[in-house]
């Protein structure tokens, strides 16, 4: 065997196990088409601050009244639910970040109890369950 043969060899061997490793690094189907991606990202980012807030806010004991600060982190909250079902409702199976859609919205209604923003929940609640009635007709 001469020198050019082994380093084709070599070379050849090394370019396989590259395409080997390669080919399960692909993303799990059915990803989330990117606009819907996108829209993922914002709703459960919007959703995770306002509840990050929400526990600032009802941490300790209030000096005054927070119920206008509480309507406007659900209102915010709520805004970011209805993104969220909106992609929950072209198709919960998608897979975002390793999770459905399906799951994340689940998650999603948990999370807005525990933080204390029911109305948000409701809202995620109410607009994903529609879409489950209306594919049971």
């Not at 915010?76 to 639910?81: K, M, N, R, V």
């Not at 919960?92 to 390793?98: E, H, R, T």
């Amino acid at each position: 065997m001469t020198l050019a043969s082994a380093t084709e060899r070599i070379l050849l061997a090394l370019a396989a196990a590259l395409a080997l490793l390669l080919a399960g690094c692909g993303p799990t189907p059915p990803q989330a088409p990117r606009g819907q991606a996108m829209k993922l990202s914002v709703a459960t980012g919007g959703i995770s601050t306002a509840c990050g807030l929400a526990y600032q806010l009802t941490a300790f004991p209030a000096d005054g009244d927070r119920k206008s600060d509480l309507a406007t982190l659900e209102a915010t909250a709520s805004a970011s639910a209805a993104k969220l079902a909106s992609v929950y409702r072209r198709n919960p199976a998608w897979i975002y970040q390793g999770d459905t859609v399906g799951e994340i919205v689940v998650d999603g209604i948990g999370m807005l109890h525990d933080c204390g923003l029911p109305r948000a929940a409701g809202v995620l609640s109410a607009a994903t369950s529609r879409r489950a009635a209306d594919t049971a007709r």
